[in-house]
Structure formats: C-alpha cells, structure tokens
C-alpha cells in the first residue's frame, strides 16, 4: 500500500505543482490503483508515473470543484483508448454523474469498458471482504467529503512449526486447522485449530480529507489513521483567509491529527504562494503542534507499512 500524489496544489495548476489528485497503489493487495480526485492534466501527470491507467478500478471525488473534477472525463477517454477492459467505478457527491455524462456524450466519447458511476451522502461508499471506504461530509463552499479508508484485517498465518513439531504433516488438514476446527491426528490426538494460527493482522487506516475549514468530521474520519491526508492551503497567519475561502491552516491541520491521534500526517493542497523555503516553514508550523508531519510535493511516495509484529 503506498499514496503516490499526482497533484498537490490548490486552485490553479502552478509550475511546481499540479491541482488535485492522489494515487493509493494497491498492487500487492488486489493489484489495482484508487484515485482520490482527478484534477486538470492528472492524465498528464500519471505519464510520469508507472501507474497503468487500466489499473485504476476506482475513483473518489470529494467534491465538484473544477481543481478536483477537470481531469475526469480526459483520464476516463484515455484508459479506453489504451486499452482498459475492466469496469471502473467513480463515486462523488451528487453531480458527478452529470457532468461525467455529459462531457462523454458531448465530445463523443465512447468507452470500451463499464462505467459505473455513484453518488453519494454520507456513510459507507464501498465495501468488500477487504476494505471498508466511508464519507462524512465537511465544511466547504460546497459539499466536500473526506474519505476513511480501512483496510480489513488479516486472517493469522498457520504456525506451521509448532504443526510439524508434533508430527503433523502439510495436506488439506492445513486447511481445517487453519479454520479453527478440532482435528483429530492419526495417534488419536485432538487439537483446537485456533491454537495453531496467529492473531489477525491488523488492517490499516487512511484518511483523505477533502477542501475543508477546521471541523470535527476531519477528526472522526482520521482518527487511529496510519496517514491522515489533509490539506493545508493556508499557514497560520493567515487564517482569515482559510476561514473566508472553506480551507484550512497548517495548524489546524496538526491540530486534526493531534486530536484524531494518527500516526503520520501529510499535507497537501498547497497555495502557490508558498514556494522553496516557504515551503519548509509550512511544515515547520505544523511540527509545533504533531511531530510527525511531512508535505507532500508532485509525485512524492509515502508507503503505509504495517509495522514488524503489529497484529
């Protein structure tokens, strides 16, 4: 699992940095990309990456502003032409099936794959035996979601050692044990299965938060988060700012994840005035409130481990 941004720059695209997207890689989990947004040139973007357009299976918009949604209806052409078969689902606020429609059928855009589009409130957006995607709504000019992203946890390893120690050989017995039955051996011995499987591993935890002022929903979404994704269009001092245009500061970002008690934060949605050094300060305002906070630039990689022996 790894959050590679494709776009981390607020309102209009900037030399250093392109409007919104961000790529969650699940390769090694189901061997699929989920986009979070789809600002102007993500396509673009994306030919800088080794992510393969027929991969994404998924895309979350948190609201329709142009710097979030511009990139929608390019990046869907493209994965058609290039050869995507297999269905994409897009969710979003309310809208998102318009604008999609009608960008596709206005330019005469025909894909060769299923589309399937969502619109959501609040609550659960996506679930299947592995993940968990929920959406609470924000405080934005308009509606604005953030996402928590939960990954399920992991049925326990078999201990095999401790099986082959008592003389049990590998077969479909493996398979009973590792459902937790009672087997009986050939000696007449009988074993509980849940003996010999390890503690479930322990799913992790993302949260997305989309253009938003300080709120409690951004708390809730990202609270016990491995990585709380926030954007910090803002620093400080200018917090007028942020209140009058429904965005947030460096500090109220840190607050977030002080409060939420994440273990990482990264920010992103950085307005183009902060450039090099400014930068650094940015990142250095919110380390006085949460330790462990990085900002996110064009194509930074932040893999979300699970640590050595969590269960």
């Known amino acids: 699992m790894e959050l590679l941004f494709l776009g981390t720059g607020s309102g209009v695209p900037s030399k250093g940095r392109n ?5 969650l890689q699940l390769l090694e989990e189901r061997g699929a990309t989920w986009l979070f947004d789809c600002g102007e040139a993500t396509q673009h973007q994306i030919l800088h990456t080794s992510i393969r357009p027929r991969r994404i299976e998924r895309i979350f918009i948190t609201h329709l502003h142009g710097d ?28 998102i099936r318009s604008f999609v429609e009608t960008a596709l059928a206005v330019s005469g855009t025909r894909l060769k794959y299923d589309l399937h589009i969502h619109e959501f409130t609040e609550g659960v957006v996506f679930e299947d035996e592995q993940f968990i995607v929920t959406a609470k709504l924000l405080d934005h000019g308009l509606p604005s979601y953030g996402f928590r992203i939960v990954e399920k946890d992991l049925p326990g390893t ?21 459902r937790g039955e009672l087997v009986t051996l050939d000696d007449g011995t009988v074993i509980d299965g849940r ?14 938060i989309g ?38 500061t460096t500090l109220q970002a840190a607050e977030v994840a002080k409060r939420a008690e ?3 934060l990264i920010l992103t949605h950085i307005s183009s005035r902060y450039q090099g050094e400014m930068c650094d300060e940015l990142v250095e305002e919110a380390k ?24």
Not at 68 to 95: A, K, N
Not at 159 to 176: H, K, N, S
Not at 297 to 311: C, M, V, Y
């Open 19 to 23: 409007v919104s997207a961000v790529a």
């Open 68 to 95: 979030h949604i511009f990139g929608l209806p390019g990046l869907l052409g493209s994965r058609s032409f290039q050869g995507g078969e297999t269905p994409l689902f897009v969710y979003g606020p309310t809208g």
């Open 158 to 178: 078999l201990l095999v050692d401790q099986l082959r120690a008592l003389g049990v050989r590998p077969g479909p017995i493996y398979q009973q044990i590792k």
């Open 195 to 208: 003996n010999f499987v390890a503690p479930p591993k322990k799913g992790r935890i993302v949260a997305i």
């Open 211 to 248: 253009d938003t002022r300080y709120c409690e929903a951004s708390v809730e979404l990202a609270k016990k988060a491995d990585v709380l994704v926030h954007e910090a269009t803002f620093r400080a001092k200018e917090a007028h700012l942020a209140h009058d245009y429904y965005h947030s």
């Open 262 to 264: 994440v273990k990482q």
């Open 288 to 311: 006085t409130i949460f330790p462990n906070v990085s900002l996110a630039f064009d194509f930074s990689s932040f893999p979300i481990l699970r640590k050595e022996g969590q269960q």
